[in-house]
């Protein structure tokens, strides 16, 4: 090696000074064994510089990876329950529901006061605040459509059954749906009309009714026949069914990494923002990988629509909360469940209510996996906003400590500071 300068510069001068030329044939030969050696070695060099620019995964890798695209995203099923889901007219009216704050006791409130359409439908918050303050986060409502249990603990099984529990909370929305009922009727009649038939006649209904409302409004509630409730509750259910509509149009958006995805599945080279740090790829290796993150944050939305006890602690000033184990009890006793009397269409759809998993102690305070699509953008995480950071969530997963109650599923992760710094730059990428 020491030589090599020496002899190229010999090389060079002997271009200009023919009579240096006169080298015996050896040592031409000497040179130029030692000059494609040379040129071995940079080319060699140079093949490794390009490879550790270029990602290397295995093929079940790469699978893995091509399943977590966006472009992965099957097209929305059609819910045989709403027949009003794909009506254009049912979420043009949902769609002005959804910001309508006289859908709430006050007139403060509507669903777009904690799903804020600029925060991919969240708040922000650790805990979502209506006429009260609620028990849990706000959840994202980008891809929701997807999800066939709703609410953090699943505790309804439909998209249209879910906005009714709001509507009437008294921390959230607050109202009764016999005043929603004719609202909707008087504000909205000619349109609601079009889309869902003739509106029952209100007359001799009272102002204020409901089966979960005060008092006075049960006693009003039950003051009724039954096919006075039979006609509110169908009026009501219509209104989720609009809502219902209008949310199914709520994508998540694509991400660099989905960019970085397609190039990989498709064997090309990820180009300009697709192209991810070697920080950002040792992330995504470790949660594909080594982590296990994607034993339940899988798919194109990043969730098995499962729930889990991650030992995530509960809030010390919040009622307790045992998550999935309480909610089969209420799903089960819900009049707008798949197997009701408001589910449009025949009891075929409803295999999910059927055949869910009722009683194990898995679901002591299991909750449903959230998408971590464009997570970066909403901290703080967790069903009651626990923690305020990437950095923190990935912290809990490393330590996994044991559940309050129930047992964690998850297990403690060796991660050094720059894997777990890795993992949070990678959940970074999911972010458009
Ligand atoms: C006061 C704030 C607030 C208001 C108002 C509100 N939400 Fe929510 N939303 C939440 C919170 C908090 C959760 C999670 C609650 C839980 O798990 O118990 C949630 C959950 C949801 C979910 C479930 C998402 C999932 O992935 O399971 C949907 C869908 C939803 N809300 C739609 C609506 C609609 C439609 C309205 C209006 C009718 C509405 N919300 C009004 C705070 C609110
Ligand atoms: C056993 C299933 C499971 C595994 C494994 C798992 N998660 Fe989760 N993840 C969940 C569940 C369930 C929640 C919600 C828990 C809660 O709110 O109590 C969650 C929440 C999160 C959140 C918060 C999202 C939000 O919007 O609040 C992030 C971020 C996250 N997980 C990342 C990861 C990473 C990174 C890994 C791997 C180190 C991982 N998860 C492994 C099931 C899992």
Known sequence: MRRFPAQFQEKCVAVFRPELRRNKGLERFRVSVRNALGIALVLLLAAVVAGCGRPQFSEAEKRTIASLALSALPPLKSDTTNHYADDPGAAALGATLFFDFSLSRNGTVACSTCHQIGQQFQDGLPQGMGVGRTNRRTQS??????SPWLFWDGRRDSLWAQALVPLENPLEQAGNRAAYARYVKARFGERYERIFGS??????VPTNASPLGSATEQAAWNGMNDAQ???????FANIGKALAAFQRSINPKEARFDR???AIAAGTEPKDDAVLSPEEIQGLKLFIGKANCSTCHNGPLFTDHAFHNTGVPPVADLPPDRGRVDAIAQVDADPFNCLGPYRDGGPEAC????FMVRDKPELIRAYKTPS???VAGRPPYMHAGQFGSLGEVVAHYAKAPSSVEGISEVHPLQLSEREREALVAFLMTLSP
Do not use: H, M, Q, T
């Open 260 to 262: 970085f995805a397609v």
């Open 229 to 235: 409730r039979d006609g509110i509750n169908r009026v």
């Open 351 to 354: 295999g999910e209510l059927k």
């Open 372 to 374: 971590l699509r464009a």
């Open 141 to 146: 409502l980008a891809g929701v459509a997807y």
């Open 199 to 204: 509106l029952p006649d209100f007359s001799n």
